[in-house]
């Protein structure tokens, strides 16, 4: 048994490995060709930008799969043996927590290079280790308070039967929805200052777009993002009909108005196209399964790695290998967003005009560092969205590929 979840973890690193380095080969040919959609001197940067995150992919899944020989050898038996309460309830949760934080702390070396080191050489970042550090309490907090809630709800659940993994299915997907309705209102504004858009005239025109949707404003708002990253963002949130508009104060001061109202146009463009529905009833169809089958574990493989079958154990191996099991499902996923993603361009274009969407592409593009080509393996199993250079032709653009 031990053997056998160990050659699927070792698949797993494998396959992401070689897609990594297959994607590093394309970028640094790809590279060598006339600049396309982006400036030449970006090109550049985004093509050795994305050279150097994959490298430093690579490195950490290598450092996830060393993470993973550490608990299924010794750590998990070793966090069993320190962790001394005697209530059942509590040492579940200590014992899931402590197990979240190390796994965080060891790998934050790469969460402070990639911030501090390639972000601000690429000129995204604009982190200070000030707002880090407070970033890091506060996101903390949250964590050690609603993280051992969630945590001690579903040491419940599997401490009262064999059908607990139905129950935490449903308990589970209910705090995703929640947190995804509430974010824009309650979270968010933790971490980001919010001030309602002055721009009356983009307000107005912003509002119309929402009504010719079915959709009311709950207030159209900008973010002070640049504090942090100067990547250009927008999104919606909300419940019901009643949605908040966001703003990055990086997207207004590099957009026109009728760029910004085409970018809205298509995230609206989801809206109508009920691709949120969509996105939560296929996270819904996997978060079943990977509770039918971490619901179903057989004691031998608690036997194999030294531990006994507790709640905390179950809830540690699912955090373990979830991973694994979702990677191979995100595929079908991109397939399908990218579809959404076609679909929702054109009701953008729609909206507004193809030619300002496409122009608001590129700028996000260019701003962005988004290198346009792409390797078709990585395409195949990470991209979400079209190859930028795909979704440019269907709105209309001549592209020279430079072959």
Do not use: C
């Amino acid at each position: 048994m031990l053997l056998t979840i160990g050659i699927i973890y070792f698949i797993y690193v494998l396959t992401r490995v070689y897609i990594s380095t297959m994607e590093i080969g394309y970028i640094a040919k790809a590279k060598q060709d006339p600049a396309v959609i982006l400036d030449p001197s970006n090109y550049i940067k985004a093509a050795n930008y994305k050279i150097a995150t994959q490298r430093m992919d690579m490195l950490s899944t290598l450092f996830d799969y060393l993470m993973f020989i550490f608990w299924i050898g010794f750590g998990l038996k070793w966090l069993e043996k320190t962790i001394t309460i005697t209530d059942p309830t509590m040492k579940s949760v200590a014992y899931v927590m402590a197990f979240i934080v190390i796994g965080y702390i060891a790998s934050l070396p790469f969460d402070l290079y990639k911030t501090f080191y390639l972000d601000k050489k690429f000129g995204f970042s604009n982190m200070t280790p000030k707002l880090y550090i407070i970033d890091t309490l506060k996101s903390g907090a949250l964590f050690l308070i609603f993280g051992s809630a969630v945590v001690w709800v579903l040491v419940k659940f599997i401490a009262a039967g064999e059908n607990w993994w139905l129950w935490g299915f449903g308990f589970i997907f209910l705090i995703i929805l929640v947190i995804n309705m509430i974010y824009p209102t309650l979270i968010a504004p933790i971490f980001n200052k919010f001030e309602v858009l002055k721009d009356e005239r983009l307000k107005d025109a912003i509002e119309k777009l929402l009504a010719k949707a079915g959709l009311k404003s709950n207030g159209v708002f900008t973010i002070d993002a640049s504090k942090r990253d100067n990547r250009l963002n927008a999104y919606f949130g909300g419940l019901g009909k009643s949605k908040r508009v966001v703003l990055f104060d990086t997207l207004i001061e590099k957009l026109n108005e009728r760029e910004l109202l085409a970018v809205l146009g298509h995230e609206l463009g989801h809206y109508t196209h009920k691709d949120i529905l969509k996105n939560i009833s296929m996270t819904g169809i996997l978060m079943f399964l990977l509770f039918y089958i971490f619901g179903h574990l057989p004691d031998a493989l608690f036997s194999a790695i030294g531990i006994p079958k507790t709640p905390h154990a179950i809830i540690v191996i699912f955090l373990i290998f979830a991973p694994v099991v979702s990677f191979f499902f995100m595929p079908l996923f991109g397939m399908v967003s990218r579809a959404n993603e076609y679909a929702a361009d054109e009701y953008g274009a729609q909206s507004q005009d193809a030619p300002s969407l496409a122009s608001a592409l590129q700028k996000l593009a260019n701003e962005n560092k988004s290198f346009p080509k792409s390797h078709p393996l990585f395409i195949f199993f990470y991209y979400t969205h079209p190859p930028l250079v795909e979704r440019l032709k269907r709105l209309g653009m001549k592209i020279d590929e430079g072959k």
